[in-house]
Every structure is written in structure tokens, then in C-alpha cells.
């Protein structure tokens, strides 16, 4: 699917789908039963039979040797997750001026990852999962585990916005039924930067980072010792208690 301009996705919305060129629903799991926690992030296809979220679980459980009350939990959160996914399907959605700041500010193992820059949301072609194996080339991170967890990241904040799009696109169709002529509101207006694409983006581009204030927007990736590791770990558990 070719990117679509900013002027032709204002005036015709588009169905809502993720604005990359994958389909996929960003899932993200924390679950604690008897003291024994679970966390996990990963992408699932909306279009998979609903049968494979319990054969999913059911292996994840006997892979990592989890407690078999994990099934259940797991299967409910990915069904949940799903079942929200799914009721935006069909709906309008205005992708038009739409070029979103991404924050990056996680922690993978003993990786710590600060970035931001701005994504086209009207790149259809866009590839979150290709961004990040890039940006772990380019910082020479080794960890097989901070690729994924860039990409998820990333994926669940177009999907926030994304939504957010679908709201747009409902009061819109709202305001044209009370009056003629109305315009669709611009990004700046549902809280989204609305920006120039032509000055920012060339034809196949969907990242960018401004080359004024580079500094600010230069990605900072940390590496620390097993003692902060632990020290981070300790204070994560006694704010989810």
C-alpha cells in the first residue's frame, strides 16, 4: 500500500488498521499469581483463530514452568486485548497531518534506551520492527532482547494514537450531521502535532528527527552493572506491591 498524502487522508478516512505495513496488535502481559510474577510483550495477528490464544498459553506455561493457573490469566488478557483491538475495525479513522512524536524510554535487561523522533502516521509501508534492528545496528546493542521491546514501544503508541484517530473521525461525522461544510479537525486540534509532511519526509521515509536541537534528539543508551540492575529490579517490585 503506497502512503497516503495528508489532504486525500483528511478527506477520506480510512478504515482503522495499525499504520504500518504489518497488521498487528501490540500485547503486553503482567500477571502475578501466589507471589509468582509473569511479564511479556509481543505482537499478535487480529486475523488468527481465536483457538490459538489458548495453545499459546497453554506452551508458554509449560515452556517457562509457570503454575498451571497462568493458562487462564494469560488466555483472558490476550483475548481482552484482542476483543478491544477488533472493536475499532471497521471505523473511520483521519490519519491526515498527522506526524507523532515517539518517546522511547525503557529498560531491557541491562540496556537502558532513551529516544525520541516523529513517525508519519500516513506511511502505511512504515516497519516498526525494521526501526529497531536499525537503531540496534547503529548503537551496537548486542542484547537479541532490546529489538523487540523497541518495536512493541513503538507499536503501542500508534495504536493509542491511532484510536484516538477513530474518536476524531466519529466527532467529525457528529458535527457534519449539525451542520454543512464542516471541516475534519486537524491533528493539532485532537492533541497531535500537525506538521509539514512534505518539509520532513521524503517519498519512503516514515521516521525523522529534527536536525535543529540535535542534541536534544539524540538517542542515549546506557549500560549497567549488575548492582543498578538489581537496585532498579528491587524498587519495580515494591511499587507494583
Known amino acids: 500500500m503506497k502512503p497516503q498524502s495528508a489532504s486525500s487522508s483528511l478527506k477520506n478516512p480510512v478504515k482503522f488498521r495499525m499504520p504500518t505495513a504489518e497488521n498487528l496488535v ?16 509481543f505482537t499478535w495477528n487480529p486475523n488468527d483463530p481465536d483457538s490459538e490464544v489458548v495453545v499459546f498459553a497453554k506452551r508458554t506455561v509449560k515452556d517457562l514452568k509457570l503454575p498451571p493457573a497462568f493458562v487462564t490469566q494469560i488466555a483472558q488478557s490476550i483475548q481482552s486485548q484482542l476483543t478491544e483491538f477488533r472493536s475499532y475495525e471497521g471505523q473511520d479513522m483521519h490519519t491526515g497531518e498527522k506526524v507523532v512524536p515517539i518517546k522511547l524510554d525503557l529498560r531491557v535487561n541491562h540496556t537502558v534506551i532513551k529516544d525520541h523522533f516523529f513517525w508519519d502516521m500516513n506511511n502505511f509501508e512504515s516497519d516498526p520492527e525494521e526501526f529497531a534492528r536499525t537503531f540496534c545496528e547503529d548503537m551496537k546493542i548486542e542484547d537479541p532482547e532490546v529489538g523487540p521491546a523497541i518495536a512493541i514501544a513503538i507499536r503501542e503508541q500508534l495504536y493509542e494514537i ?20 464542516v471541516e475534519h479537525p486537524s491533528a493539532s486540534k485532537v492533541g497531535l502535532p500537525a506538521l509539514d509532511l512534505g518539509k520532513l519526509f521524503s517519498i519512503k521515509s516514515s521516521v525523522v528527527r529534527k536536525k535543529r536541537d540535535a542534541d536534544a534528539y539524540e538517542p542515549i543508551v546506557d549500560h549497567l552493572s549488575n548492582e543498578e540492575v538489581d537496585a532498579l529490579e528491587a524498587k519495580e517490585e515494591r511499587l507494583a506491591r
Open 26 to 41: 501490540p500485547i503486553r502481559l503482567d500477571i502475578e499469581i501466589d507471589g509468582q510474577r509473569f511479564k511479556d510483550a
Open 162 to 181: 491511532a484510536k484516538q484517530s477513530v474518536a476524531s473521525a466519529r466527532e467529525s461525522r457528529a458535527n457534519k450531521k449539525g451542520r454543512r461544510g
